[in-house]
């Protein structure tokens, strides 16, 4: 008996513990956190088929039924969906340092590029001193302020080619596309690189053409981004055209810097005036730096002006009677003789809610540019775990019916007597993202997108071609790097009536 005792008391002396330890540990376990809720991936390829043509409304619809916080399975990637406006603010301003990295695409990976781009750069203290060179060179109030003059000149050319073709369908993207990219030329080089009436064509060699392959090229499904063992086979090809892409891109890019430098040495180009160029020789960057930074200006900054005034457009061309009320505060601030300047815009109301009605329903980057996370973080009670992506849906966000009454509809005047803009205060309307990693560009596409549209509807009727009727205006998608009209806009203009 005593044996017995001993025999018990030693068994129950271990288990006793051991239960202990158990339970601690799966009570531990139970508040780790967990990924997000979402849709059951297949073996190997995850939840690719899901995204289908356009991602950005293949995610929307699963985010009704899966949660604003989602996360799925992208090949060989997690990644993490947001689709509300509460959860956009906690992942990009509450856990914006965690959530700050940049997910590259395969493709732009090359030349070196993504490591001295300050659109794909991770952050770094590179990273925040080309920042800073960007806001202060380009972007700051006094800079935009000095180059009135200039975007004044640029929006005059484009109304002047428009009016050459009065009577005529005009490509109204593509017309605006041509004079983003001579405003960035000119500010940059004093010089301009597309001829608006010789149909788009170059002086540089193809700059213009060169600018949209890379763009084109990025924008396309890539399956060396979901599975890295694919990377070195480039099965589609990508990386080997956006590489090409970019030489052509480069070498222009150093014909212009060596030709500055030798007129600079020469001391003839002291007797000009003074552009970007000018201000970033001076800083002394590296080439590589240089080049990649003078590439980001011209490809990001040519593409926003112009998807955002075509969707602009073709709204208010569905839409006469809106077109109508634009075109009547614009005669009443402005006048029928005088050019819009920029000094009219706090002016126009209307206009402005256009502008953030267009940002709403057609948001340059529907799904931003991918972040990923640094460290492990959480979304609410969900974990993120270290190099995973990041997505913000802000097309979701801007169709979510929760935060818009009649969220499908194109309706301006829901933002009159508003407060609420695009410059990343308020998460309901972000097209330019916030946080950290948003656009240093915003305020030059602020000014440019209201001024250009303004100058157009002021200085035109429009009319559609070939007997079209408002709702035959198409407004179908084409999902890329930017969310432009699959089928480019085309419009009549005609001169205004007395």
Request: proline share 7%.
């Amino acid at each position: 008996m005593p044996m017995e005792l001993s025999s018990s008391s030693c068994f129950l002396l271990f288990i006793i513990p051991f239960l202990y330890f158990l339970k601690v540990a799966a009570s531990s376990k139970s508040k780790r956190p967990r990924l997000a809720p979402g849709p059951a991936p297949l073996p190997i390829v995850g939840n690719l088929f899901e995204l289908g043509d356009n991602p950005h409304r293949s995610l929307a619809r699963l985010a009704k039924a899966h949660g604003p916080v989602m996360s799925l399975k992208l090949g060989r990637i997690t990644a993490t969906v947001v689709s509300s406006p509460d959860a956009a603010k906690e992942a990009l301003q509450k856990k914006g340092r965690a959530l700050s990295g940049r997910w590259v695409p395969d493709a732009n990976r090359v030349l070196g590029h993504d490591r001295a781009s300050v659109v794909w750069m991770s952050p770094s203290p590179q990273w925040s001193n080309l920042r800073a060179v960007m806001r202060t060179h380009s972007f700051a109030a006094r800079v935009l302020d000095a180059g009135q003059g200039l975007r004044r000149q640029k929006v005059r050319e484009l109304v002047s080619h428009v009016r050459g073709r009065t009577g005529r369908a005009v490509d109204v993207g593509g017309a605006v596309f041509d004079t983003a990219l001579n405003l960035i030329s000119a500010t940059a080089f004093s010089s301009d690189l597309v001829s608006l009436d010789h149909s788009g064509s170059s002086r540089r060699g193809g700059f213009k053409e060169v600018i949209s392959g890379i763009m084109e090229e990025v924008g396309k499904p890539n399956l060396a981004d979901f599975f890295p063992l694919l990377v070195p086979i480039d099965p589609h090809g990508r990386r080997r055209k956006v590489a090409k892409c970019f030489i052509r891109l480069f070498g222009m890019i150093d014909e212009i810097i060596d030709r500055r430098l030798k007129l600079t040495k020469e001391g003839e180009q002291e007797q000009k005036s003074h552009d970007l160029l000018d201000e970033l020789l001076h800083l002394q960057l590296d080439r590589p730096t240089l080049r990649s930074l003078l590439a980001d200006y011209f490809i990001a900054g040519s593409d926003t002006s112009s998807v955002t005034v075509g969707w602009a457009m073709a709204e208010l061309l569905r839409s006469p009677g809106t077109m109508a009320t634009a075109r009547a505060e614009l005669a009443s601030v402005v006048g029928p003789t005088r050019e819009v300047a920029e000094s009219d815009i706090p002016e126009l109301p209307f206009l402005r809610a256009v502008v953030k009605e267009t940002f709403r329903l057609h948001p340059t980057g529907p799904l931003l540019l991918p972040h990923t996370a640094e460290a492990d973080a959480e979304l609410g009670p969900y974990a993120v775990p270290k190099h995973s992506q990041v997505v913000v849906n802000v097309w979701a966000i801007g169709r979510d019916e929760s935060v818009w009454e009649d969220a499908e509809a194109f309706k301006p005047e829901r933002f009159l007597g508003s407060e609420m803009d695009f410059r990343g205060r308020h998460f309901e309307l972000i097209p330019f993202g916030t946080g950290r990693r948003m656009c240093p560009g915003m305020p030059l596409a602020d000014r440019m997108v209201h001024l250009t549209l303004a100058s157009l509807i002021h200085s035109f009727e429009w009319k559609l071609p070939g007997g079209m009727k408002p709702a035959d205006v198409d407004l179908t998608e084409k999902f890329g790097v930017s969310l432009a009209l699959a089928v480019p806009l085309l419009a009549i203009p005609l001169p205004v009536k007395d």
